[in-house]
């Protein structure tokens, strides 16, 4: 038993030395974190600039100017959880990595999990900078204790499936090779069409197949529980996200 759980804090001390190593590499670029911090201020200010000039007071689908800045906020947070991790998944399968990983004494599964995991505090200082444009350009946005927490949950979530988009993606150039920049490029206008654009906002002909994307569940839910919290959407939430991703467990399985 003894040995056992050695053997289990030994291999989970290299998935946390994998993760340190993408985070001090992630930080070390200075010039790619400002430039993400600049290119998340710049969309945030256009699109609030852009509300203001379209709504002029006025709401639009039950959304004012600020419910739509902050659900764009929290959007956009999500959207840059990742540097293009599924790239890098298909380059060290293209490289070769892949299959030498295979035979070190570790999981290349848990090991891209984890490095994943290590770009999470780029997302929280995200946040941070989106919380002071929101208030900044539109003000406090009413919240409870309970509603943070809530959408902080949900939020979670959401980057675990978007980790779990990128591995699938990635995993693809076993079959497509380096036609994966494509097929991510569908997965990325997906998921900023639902940043832009609330779900509400679509006609109702399509909203009902536009929920059985994965990547609904990814930028719409979280962003718009933040705007629109009630304890009945945060179950339905929460139940959109579990089954999201075991849907996509699934797929990652087979």
Request: with cysteine; glycine share 6%; hydrophobic share 55%.
């Amino acid at each position: 038993f003894t040995l056992e759980r050695y053997r289990r804090k030994t291999k989970m001390k290299k998935y946390i030395a994998f993760a340190k190593v993408i985070r001090k590499q992630q930080f070390k670029k200075l010039s790619d974190v400002f430039g993400t911090l600049l290119s998340f201020t710049i969309h945030i200010s256009i699109f609030s600039l852009l509300w203001d000039f379209v709504l002029e007071g006025k709401t639009m689908a039950g959304y004012s100017q600020a419910d739509l800045v902050w659900y764009l906020i929290l959007a956009e947070a999500i959207i840059y959880s990742y540097s293009n991790l599924c790239k890098k998944i298909a380059a060290k399968i293209e490289m070769g990595d892949f299959a030498y990983d295979l035979t070190k004494p570790y999981n290349f599964m848990l090991r891209v999990i984890s490095e994943g995991i290590a770009e999470l505090p780029m997302t929280l200082i995200l946040m941070c900078l989106g919380i002071i444009l929101g208030i900044v350009y539109v003000g406090f946005i009413p919240v409870t204790i309970m509603s943070i927490l809530g959408t902080f949950l949900i939020a979670m979530m959401a980057t675990v499936l978007l980790l779990m988009l990128h591995i699938i993606v990635g995993l693809l150039s076993i079959w497509l090779g380096r036609d994966i920049s494509s097929v991510w490029l569908l997965v990325q206008k997906a998921m900023l069409i639902f940043a832009f654009s609330p779900l509400e906002l679509f006609p109702k002909v399509i909203r009902i197949p536009l929920m059985f994307l994965p990547t609904t569940h990814i930028i719409y839910t979280p962003a718009s529980l933040l705007v629109n919290f009630s304890l009945g959407k945060f179950i339905f939430s929460l139940g959109c996200e579990l089954l999201a991703g075991t849907v996509l467990m699934v797929i990652l399985i087979f």
